[in-house]
């Protein structure tokens, strides 16, 4: 089964392909991933979970970079990973793009998986909008994360000096304590729970179809 996904970034395309290629960065923004050793530079290892209701079905897995381009911004990805309590398994190829657009990046992501056991029951229509809430997620953290304004010298100065609650600036020679600079919080990725991506999905559908009747 394949699945396509798009989104777009407001940063390089250079800077978003270097981002999505550094493991211990991009995987705080995939949902239900948790890195457990990186094996080499190519090479990682992890889990994966994903709540249905009560019930926790957890992979453990390999992923790989079988292929990089760094002129084109092209790489392609492996992966292989099973149940930790069951006989479930997957397996994806996928490949990712990242072109130059207008508004800064646009990211594309072909992956054609299989997967065996108790996530196999899912028919390929809701998979897909599954798989597209998904990488809305991971976009909206990527997002968060590379489209940060670059910080200005006087700026960096000032959060530097912020950091250091114990120091004050001097302004017309009077003492001034230094503000401290808000930080933006990074949203980070929540586990996936199907369950309620499921019945969200159904009722979508059901509203469209007595909708489309009206």
């Known amino acids: 089964m394949q699945i396509e996904n798009e989104f777009a970034v407001a940063a390089a395309p250079e800077k978003v ?10 995987v705080k923004c995939m949902p239900g991933a948790e890195l457990s050793e990186v094996v080499d530079p190519d090479t990682f290892k992890g889990k994966v979970k994903i709540k249905v209701g009560p019930i926790t079905v ?14 084109a911004r092209t790489a392609t990805l492996e ?5 930790t309590t069951g006989p479930g398994s997957a397996r994806a190829k996928a490949l990712m793009s990242v072109l130059e657009a207008d508004s800064g990046s646009t990211v594309r992501i072909a ?5 065996a056991g108790r ?5 390929r229509g809701v998979m897909e909008d599954v798989s597209k809430r998904l990488v809305g997620q991971m976009a909206d953290c990527i997002k968060a994360t590379l489209e940060e304004p670059d910080v200005a010298p006087a700026e960096a100065e000032l959060a530097e000096a912020g950091a250091r609650p114990a120091e004050a600036a001097e302004v017309g020679g009077a003492p001034m304590a230094a503000a401290a600079t808000p930080v933006r919080e990074v949203p980070q990725a929540k586990p996936v729970n199907a369950l309620s991506l499921f019945f969200s999905i159904l009722w979508d559908r059901i509203r469209r179809l007595f909708g489309s009747r009206s």
């Open 79 to 83: 992966a292989d990973g099973r149940e």
């Open 111 to 115: 992956t054609d998986f299989t997967v």
């Open 58 to 71: 957890a992979y453990n897995g390999t992923a790989r970079i079988a292929e990089r381009d760094a002129a």
């Open 17 to 26: 392909f270097a981002f999505l290629l550094d493991v211990n960065r991009v």
């Open 119 to 123: 996530v196999a029951n899912f028919g």
